[in-house]
């Protein structure tokens, strides 16, 4: 990017007047800018999907460990280049443990831990 400030200073002049400011190939600039933003907002959306995988994993209720191993994530682009991703378990007594049923997580862990990291708005 190229910006060029042209400047002229004098008791009289008011800041307004002192720099003028062109940006050089706009269109160009507003692109990289774009793409930019587009892959800091996937490094942002993937933190967020690991992230809260992990922390289900940690608050799912254990006795054989196996619905706690059964969380995964996917991550994908969609057609417009944005992230987006899916978490799971495919473990079928998952919605048991997340009614309630064990002492060791509290009804709706999976709702509640999505809702603190911001996934899941009410």
Same mark, same amino acid.
């Given at each position: 990017m190229e910006i060029l400030l042209v400047g002229k200073l004098n008791k009289e002049t008011t800041m =307004?007047? /002192?720099? =003028?400011?062109? /940006? *050089?190939n706009f269109q160009k600039e507003m692109r990289r800018v774009e793409k930019e933003v587009s892959q800091m907002t996937n490094l942002e959306i993937d933190d967020r999907i690991d992230y809260?995988? @992990?922390t289900l994993? &940690? *608050?799912?209720? &254990? @006795?054989t460990g196996r619905a706690r191993r059964g969380w995964k994530n996917t991550k994908k682009y969609d057609t417009y280049g944005f992230r987006d991703g899916t978490i =799971? #378990?495919? &473990?079928?007594y998952i919605d048991v443990l #997340? #009614?309630?049923h064990s002492r060791q997580a509290p009804r709706y862990f999976i709702e509640q831990v999505l809702m603190k990291i911001g996934i899941l708005i009410p």
């Amino acid at each position: 990017m190229e910006i060029l400030l042209v400047g002229k200073l004098n008791k009289e002049t008011t800041m =307004s007047e /002192v720099f =003028s400011m062109e /940006v *050089v190939n706009f269109q160009k600039e507003m692109r990289r800018v774009e793409k930019e933003v587009s892959q800091m907002t996937n490094l942002e959306i993937d933190d967020r999907i690991d992230y809260a995988t @992990d922390t289900l994993k &940690v *608050v799912t209720p &254990v @006795d054989t460990g196996r619905a706690r191993r059964g969380w995964k994530n996917t991550k994908k682009y969609d057609t417009y280049g944005f992230r987006d991703g899916t978490i =799971s #378990n495919e &473990v079928e007594y998952i919605d048991v443990l #997340n #009614n309630g049923h064990s002492r060791q997580a509290p009804r709706y862990f999976i709702e509640q831990v999505l809702m603190k990291i911001g996934i899941l708005i009410p």
